[in-house]
């Protein structure tokens, strides 16, 4: 992994374990038609993704497929199933020695 300014930089094989409060994220699958929305990540939970998009919008990890931007201009399509989970143990999973 890059690291940069002593952070670990975010990549496509690493994002879910990175904090993703402040990304852009847009949802382009969902069984739900309602959910396919963009926006700004505002919080997330052990479930859902909520979004700040025209309101705060409510998503479901587990119904839904996720593209984020990076800074970089980079995008990242990610199934919200692989993202289940509190986002602080994710985060930990990042630095646990395998």
Partial sequence: ???????????KE???YHE????QVRVI?????GYLISG??????????????NGI????KNM??????LSEGETIEIEGKKMIGRPEDRIKNLYKVK
């Fill in 29 to 33: 699958k969902s069984t739900h038609k």
């Fill in 20 to 23: 993703l409060i402040g990304l």
């Fill in 14 to 16: 690493n994002i879910i």
């Fill in 64 to 69: 839904s497929i996720f593209e984020f931007l």
């Fill in 40 to 53: 700004k990540v505002i919080d997330e939970t052990k479930n859902m993704i909520i979004i700040e998009s």
């Fill in 57 to 60: 919008k409510k998503i479901p």
């Fill in 1 to 11: 992994m890059k690291i940069y300014n002593k952070r670990v930089k975010r990549t």
